[in-house]
Structures are given as structure tokens and as C-alpha cells.
């Protein structure tokens, strides 16, 4: 009789890719759903858990064995099974040889098409417990692991080093190696708080058994939910509200199994320097959440996640404080080196920044924007001027220190440089918005200056580029030709500007003529 029971499985590790985490335990997960699915194995729910140290799955109403299997085969037409005197012929001895069995075990059927020779039988199915490591070992296989490392002696690879193998079928452990580990019921608690063994006597107390034991919580999405809940009451607390940025959310979950939120704060004066910069060393950095007052602006506070629940909060507080500040201290170096000059100082060094070998440097491209900008100005009754000037300054913020730094900050450092250097507002709007869209559902420029830089941009590297023959292929696209593609489009008739493509290619082509030959 099949009956059902619960599932353990537990793969110890040394700590995980962080932002790898949750991709891999949904893909374990999907994995191995597919491999019972596929082994006609019967469960209920896969319910998967992922901590830094961890990938685990707990599958609830898994059968204990397949179910049995009805086989049945087609032989030989009875015509040609028997000969006249009723004797088998080789056809039906073959048949029933290649079955395992003798001619007169077969049965026979009988339909409207005719009567031949059938051989049933039921296969039994094979125990759950034979066939989990097989499946383990093909769902562990197929997850998306970039580059698989070694560690001691053996060829075993995984994304790290195994440390320890758990898997249960109720109550019972599974035998066998994997790894080169010996399979058993033992799982590990938190590195600091817990570092013992501690021995699961069922497979459904795992997650339980974790947490008022090991100090960890197992599943992702609780420790995430702990997070954010932590998180939004410390800012509160401070008048403020938190940046809770998904991708960051992710990430400090995937770092933590016993999460314990605090609040730190840094130097009124470092607010000096322009936001995005402090929210950036915070964020990529330090995995720090920035806290905000209710008009948006930046507070002199931070939230940080710790792994351990210290006796001393105090400490880890002060020694997070201590760690932002000579960050601030770098950008606000940078800020106040950047603006010692007026910002259209930086186009001269542009003349030795290479956008690429064929196609020159950055101030030959800022050059052949800029006439595509007059054009373009003129076509829509823009400011001619102005949409020059903002070619010329396009890229000068990418020889500044603070990009230097801080490469994601193109084009928002540009603005605040051209701001203080006294720059029209459509200029310095421009600095920023020739950038979007950045991705798939972003804004699109407002301004004049900003719709015409950022359509002119994408004009002068889409010929450009192409015309060398580096057109993007099914897995590299270096120059993001295609988004600078889907941009345009998404400028020119969501916007929408009343251009020509075809005239306004053809013009970006010219100022090209003297770098690469552009056919018609």
C-alpha cells in the first residue's frame, strides 16, 4: 500500500553567492518538483528555504513508492504468431522471448483491425527512497551556477563547498554519500549563536527546530518580511521613512539568517554632498537603508541589518558609524575637487577618453552630437544653442572624480556640475535625462534639450557602431545597441516628436563620413 509522509532535504554549505541566493533556491526548488514529477512520484506542496549557509526543501504528502505501472505490448498478428498446425512460429517465440516469458503467458486481442499476440503485465513501483539521491544529484546539477568550484581532494563541484547533507523521509534518514559527505539528519544553526549540530527527528520540525534552536529563520521570504518590518520601524522611530530598495532587500536577506535591524547616523555636514552619492555608498557599499523625511530629502540617518543579536548593540552601532564615514569623507573629496572647476573645464580631457578605436574619442563623438542636436533643434523649433551646448557638456562628467568613484552616477553628477556652474535649466536637465530611458517602463526626457541629447546620443552610436560591423549578436551586445534601439523608438513616438527617421539617419550618417564609410 503507498502511503505518504513528509520530505527533508538540506544541502550545508559554506556561505552563499548573495545575490545568487534567491535564484537558486527557486530554481532547486523548481528542479526538484520537476524530478518527482517526472519519477511519477506523488506530493503535495515543495516548500523551499534558503539561508546564506543553506538550500533546503521540505516536500509535504510525498508517496513512499511510485505507483505500480500497467505494461503492455503489441506482438505479432495471430496470423503470423501460429503456424497451420497451431504451433508457434519464431515471430511469437521471439516476441515472447524478448517479454521474458513463454508463448503461452501471452494474451491475445482481438478488435475490428484485426487479432495479435499482447503481453501485460504490471511493473511494480520502485521505492521513494532508492530513487531521491539520483533525482538529487540531477536537480543539484541543473541549477543556474555560472562557474562551479572545487574544494579538497575530490571532483565533486558545486557553487561552494559542501559541508553537510541532510535527507529525510519522515522520520527516517536515507542512506548514502553525496559529495563525499555520509547522508544523515544533523543541520548546523547560526555560525556565531549556534555553531552545534542540532539533529532533526522529523522531517516536518525542520523549519521549527531552526528557529528556537539554531537561531535561524529558513525561509527567505520571513526573514525578508522580518527585515522590512524591522526596518520601517527603526525609520519611523527616527521621523523619517526608509529606502527600501528591492534588489537591496533581497541581497541583506540573503546575507542574514538571524536578522537584527539598528539605526546609525552620520554627520550633518556630509548632507552637503549631492544625495545620490551617500545613498549609493550606502546602499552598494555598505548594504546600508537610507532614511528619508517625508519630503523626500535625505536624513542623516542609516539602518544596517546585522547576522547576530549582540549583547553590546552599542558597539555594532558605533563600529558601523565608524565604517560610513570616511566613505562620506571620499565623496565629499571628490565633490568639492569637481567643483574647483567650472564644469565645461572637463570637455578638453575628453580628448583623450576613446569611445572607440574606429569610431574616436568621446569629444570627437560630443562633436558630431552636438550637429546632429542643431539639426534635430531646428527640425523642432528648439533652441539651437542650447541643444548644442548640451552635446558639448554631455559627457564631461565621466573624467570627474565622483564618477570615478561612482560610474553608475553619470549623468545625475552632471547635472549638479552644471548647476553650479550656472548652466541654463534646460542644459542641466539634459545632462541627466539624455540617459533615459535607462530600462524597460523608465521615463522618458521632458525637456527639450534632454529629448533631442538623448535622440541624438542613440542616433550617432546606433550608425556608428553598426557601420563597423559590431552588431550585436544572440549574447553580447557591448555597445547596449538594443536598448539604445528600443530608447529611441520609445522617444520618438511615445513623446511623440514629429521627425523623419529616415532624413535624421541620414544626417547622423554624414557627420560619421570621415571615420567609416556609411552606405546608403
Known sequence: MNENTDLLVEIGTEELPPTALKRLANAFCEGFAKQLDHNRIAHREV????????????????????????????????????GADGSPTKAAEGFARSCGVEVSALDREESAKGAWLVFRSVSAGAATADLLIPMLEQALADLPIPKRMRWGDRDDQFVRPVHWITL??????????????????????????????????????????LRSQGFVEPSFSKRRESIQRQ???????????????????????????????????????????????????????????????????????????????SQDPEQ???????????????????????????????????????????????????????????????????????????????????????????PSLQGIM?????????????VCAAMEEQYLPRHAGDRLPQSDCGRILSVADRLDTLIGIFSIGQRPTGVKDPYALRRATIGLLR????????????????????ELRDKVSVGD
Open 414 to 426: 552632471g547635472r549638479y556640475y552644471a548647476e553650479r556652474s550656472g548652466e541654463d535649466p534646460c
Open 47 to 82: 516548500r523551499s528555504y534558503a539561508t546564506p549557509r543553506r538550500l533546503a526543501l521540505l516536500i509535504s504528502g510525498i508517496a513512499t513508492r511510485q505507483p505500480d505501472q500497467a505494461i503492455s505490448r503489441k506482438g505479432p498478428a495471430l496470423a503470423a504468431a501460429y
Open 491 to 510: 522617444i520618438l513616438i511615445e513623446t511623440p516628436l514629429p521627425l523623419d527617421l529616415r532624413e535624421v539617419l541620414e544626417f547622423a550618417a554624414q
Open 231 to 309: 526596518v520601517e520601524e527603526l525609520a519611523d522611530q527616527a521621523g523619517g521613512k526608509a529606502a527600501l530598495d528591492a534588489d537591496l532587500l533581497d541581497e541583506v536577506t540573503a546575507l542574514c539568517e538571524w536578522p537584527t535591524a539598528m539605526i546609525g547616523s552620520f554627520d550633518q555636514e556630509f548632507l552637503e554632498v549631492p544625495a545620490e552619492a551617500l545613498v549609493e555608498t550606502m546602499q552598494k557599499n555598505q548594504k546600508y537603508f537610507p532614511v528619508r523625511s517625508a519630503n523626500g530629502d535625505l536624513l542623516p540617518r542609516f539602518i544596517t541589518v546585522s547576522n547576530i543579536r
Open 168 to 209: 529525510l523521509l519522515g522520520s527516517e534518514v536515507v542512506p548514502g554519500r553525496m559529495f563525499g559527505l555520509e547522508i544523515g539528519r544533523e543541520t548546523r544553526g547560526h555560525r556565531f549563536h549556534h555553531p552545534q549540530a542540532i539533529p532533526i527527528t522529523a522531517a516536518s520540525e525542520y523549519a521549527e527546530c
Open 316 to 406: 555594532v552601532r558605533a563600529g558601523n558609524e565608524r565604517v560610513i564615514r570616511p566613505r562620506f569623507a571620499d565623496a565629499a573629496f571628490f565633490w568639492k575637487q569637481d567643483l574647483k572647476k567650472p564644469f565645461d573645464h572637463y570637455a578638453t580631457k575628453l580628448t583623450q577618453v576613446v569611445f572607440q578605436e574606429k569610431l574616436g574619442t568621446i569629444a570627437e563623438k560630443s562633436a558630431r552630437v552636438a550637429q546632429i542636436c542643431r539639426h534635430l533643434a531646428g527640425l523642432l523649433g528648439a533652441d539651437e544653442e542650447l541643444c548644442a551646448r548640451s552635446a558639448y557638456l554631455a559627457k564631461c562628467d565621466l573624467v570627474t572624480q565622483m564618477i570615478a568613484e561612482f
